[in-house]
């Protein structure tokens, strides 16, 4: 399973270097930027907010939609929501295997091919998930949704839709945004809180992921459905949790409590930098 895992990430990563030897038109872009958007919101708040987090809740059906839109981009709700909580649980220690304490290829890529967790840690912190038969399927067979996504990519626009529109956003977000916060966001950037970890909030990632970059706020409040406490922290995904919550198809989204938000815990009485 490891050799086949780091078989598809490497050759999902061939088609986009193709991409300026080959004739793109702006309808192909801007698909891309659709796309880069809707796997950001599959992945930061479908598997992130929702799946691992639980910071909104939503009908089963609609969490089935949201656990297959993870699926397209080979996510898997109750796999991701366990390393995920186990992440938090054992932050920035020897058994946090998202963080870079084993170094920057294994933070990287090395812990997407195999993170030490085994199946019944990871089953046993996700009951709240297993008991849904359709996401354990998902769990099973998450590969079949991503293989029949990218297929269909390429049978609707050809190489060019293929390589533009499926492979390099999914490139972009579900590999190097994902652990851009793994890393960068435990080794520099800003510290607003004394998490008891080495967690940052990162401006430029928390702009271009949507949110995910603003990572010590949300590992001080793990549970909210935003991850931008202030105003000026844009925070793409609360707002289309937001829209979505409009159209009635998600509901309760967790805000953050004041006295949490204003608890400025630096030691110092000021903003931390980390290096």
């Known amino acids: 399973m490891r050799a086949v895992r780091g078989l598809v990430i490497a050759l999902l990563h061939v088609p986009p270097l ?6 793109t038109t702006a309808a192909h872009w801007i698909a891309f930027a659709v796309a880069y958007v809707v796997i950001l919101f599959a992945l930061g708040g479908g598997l992130h907010r929702y799946f691992a987090h639980r910071a909104f809740r939503t009908s089963r059906a609609f969490q089935l939609v949201l656990g297959l839109l993870a699926a397209a981009c080979f996510g898997d709700p109750i796999g991701f929501a ?3 909580r186990l992440h938090h649980r054992w932050s920035d220690t020897e058994r946090d295997f ?10 990287w890529v090395g812990h997407l091919l195999h993170d030490g967790y085994p199946e019944h840690e990871l089953l046993a912190v996700t009951g709240d998930l297993t008991r849904y038969p359709e996401l354990m399927w998902l769990h099973r067979w998450a ?12 049978l609707a ?5 293929f390589a533009a529109v499926y492979c390099l956003p999914w490139c972009l977000v579900a590999i190097h945004g994902a652990s851009a916060v793994n890393y960068v966001c435990h080794k520099h950037g800003r510290r607003r809180y004394a998490t008891g970890d080495a967690s940052t909030n990162h401006a430029v990632l928390g702009v271009v992921l949507l949110g995910e970059g603003w990572h010590n706020n949300h590992h001080h409040y793990p549970a909210a459905a935003r991850a931008g406490f202030f105003w000026w922290e844009a ?29 400025r815990l630096a030691a110092d009485g000021a903003t931390m930098w980390a290096r």
Do not use: K
């Open 18 to 23: 193709t991409l300026p030897w080959v004739a």
């Open 82 to 84: 366990a390393r995920h």
């Open 98 to 107: 998202h963080g870079p304490r084993r170094g920057l290829w294994f933070s």
């Open 143 to 154: 590969f079949v949704p991503g293989v029949a996504t990218a297929g269909i990519a390429w």
């Open 157 to 161: 626009g050809g190489w060019v839709t």
């Open 235 to 263: 925070d793409g995904l609360y707002w289309l949790l937001r829209g979505l919550a409009r159209l009635g198809l998600v509901r309760d989204l967790r805000e953050v409590p004041a006295h949490v938000r204003d608890s």
